[in-house]
């Protein structure tokens, strides 16, 4: 059992590049969520899905995409990146009854310049 | 608006000793109030979690105690140890209909011997 796997772990984005966070989790969860994390800061949420083909925004969804096609798959769209998303991202997933318990991957610690 | 105030921001403790850390909430419709434990480079996990019915829950060294009048909420680590330091998250959750989390800013305990 992997649980939330996150790939790139590092990246460095130019101003206005376009590029895509990967999520996928085999815990079996419905409920997949995407956060991001500033320095000194809560996690605060983009988007979340409760399964395939549901999504939804969530407290900061500007300049952000997302796609769920499969329960295990949730990747994260930036499309012209801006140095305001330079960020730490997380990606959790729950089950539809424990929102409380979300699992989280490793993040992915982006940088724009 | 921050609908959850965290503090303090950082705490030093003496292996042995209590640490509190506490959060204030603005609204009163949240049904959940759960405290997230991070350790470096990982994602947030849950370390226990009160509903608003409930005056005080302990789980082990872990202790949340809510004064729902005065809409406030902390968690207390009685013999901290130095694997205890992290950064701690207070967050706020609706039950019905809503899967998003609100996080403080998180407070960075560090435990030294």
């Known amino acids: 059992n992997a649980g939330v796997t996150q790939t790139p772990k590092f990246r460095i984005l130019k101003i206005g590049q376009s590029m895509t966070l990967q999520c996928t989790q085999d815990?079996?969860?419905?409920?997949m969520y995407w956060y991001r994390q500033d320095p000194g800061m809560g996690l605060k949420l983009i988007y979340y899905?409760?399964?395939?083909?549901?999504?939804d925004k969530g407290e900061v969804p500007n300049g952000y995409n997302v796609s769920r096609s499969t329960t295990e798959d949730f990747p994260l769209r930036l499309e012209l990146a801006a140095p305001s998303q330079t960020s730490v991202y997380f990606c959790?997933?729950?089950?539809?009854?424990?929102?409380?318990?979300?699992?989280f991957g490793p993040g992915t610690r982006l940088t724009v310049t | 608006q921050q609908q959850v105030k965290q503090s303090p921001q950082s705490l030093i403790v003496q292996k042995g000793g209590i640490s509190i850390i506490n959060c204030a909430y603005e609204?009163?419709?949240?049904?959940?109030f759960p405290w997230y434990q991070q350790f470096p480079g990982k994602g947030p996990a849950l370390l226990i979690a009160?509903?608003?019915?409930?005056s005080e829950k302990k789980e082990g060294r872990f202790t949340i105690s809510f004064n729902k009048s005065a809409k406030q909420f902390s968690l207390h680590i009685m013999d901290s140890q130095p694997g205890d330091s992290a950064t701690y998250f207070c967050?706020?959750?609706?039950?019905?209909?809503?899967?998003?989390?609100?996080f403080g800013k998180g407070t960075k305990l560090s435990v030294i011997p």
């Open positions: 959790a997933s729950s089950f539809r009854d424990r929102v409380l318990e979300q699992y």
């Open positions: 609204n009163t419709a949240f049904d959940y």
């Open positions: 815990m079996n969860h419905n409920y």
């Open positions: 967050a706020v959750i609706r039950e019905a209909g809503s899967y998003q989390l609100t």
């Open positions: 009160i509903r608003p019915d409930v």
């Open positions: 899905s409760v399964g395939a083909g549901i999504t």
